[in-house]
């Protein structure tokens, strides 16, 4: 038997990438994609990261491993439903559904979630982008994602102080 590991060493690696990457995040995902029968990646992200709200067409696990995350639902028309914050001192596992929009805020620097998800993984297939909600791989979108970003975060974090 051979242990598959990932020391803390590596995930400081990981959290350092994150701090330089475009997208203020970086992933180490650690099964085969085309073969496996589960998905296991972490994720580090920044406070200034935008990811785009999308969902899934397999339920997905959530567990923080570093840091603090506000976890946001949406509904169809891009409300906003719940919010759940993930912290290793609070909330360490949430798993959500199928077909539900969602998307993580970062609320501490170098924070780090780990994801777990039903395989073998198809990059093409795996993510449904939400339809009101901008993608931040276009420059020309840039401005407008942006500006999206900046008020679900404040929206996020709104409801999850009230």
């Avoid at 995930?11 to 990438?17: M, S």
């Avoid at 982008?129 to 931040?136: K, T, V, Y």
């Avoid at 276009?138 to 102080?161: G, H, K, L, P, V």
Wanted: contains cysteine.
């Amino acid at each position: 038997m051979n242990f598959q590991t990932y020391s803390d060493s590596d995930l400081q690696g990981l959290i350092e990438k994150s701090r330089t990457h475009p997208r203020l995040r970086a992933a180490k995902i650690f099964q085969e994609p085309s073969n496996s029968k589960y998905q296991t990646l972490f994720n580090a992200m920044q406070p200034e990261s935008y990811l785009p709200p999308h969902a899934h067409y397999h339920p997905e696990v959530w567990m923080p491993i570093r840091g603090w995350f506000l976890l946001g639902t949406f509904d169809e028309s891009g409300e906003i439903r719940e919010v759940l914050s993930l912290t290793k001192k609070g909330t360490v596992y949430a798993e959500i559904p199928a077909h539900v929009y969602h998307t993580a805020i970062s609320m501490d620097k170098d924070s780090v979630f780990m994801n777990v998800n039903p395989g073998p993984y198809d990059k093409d297939n795996s993510k449904i982008s939400a339809p009101w909600a901008p993608q931040e791989d276009s420059a020309e979108t840039e401005d407008q994602w942006r500006n999206y970003f900046e008020d679900m975060q404040n929206r996020i974090i709104r409801i999850y102080c009230n």
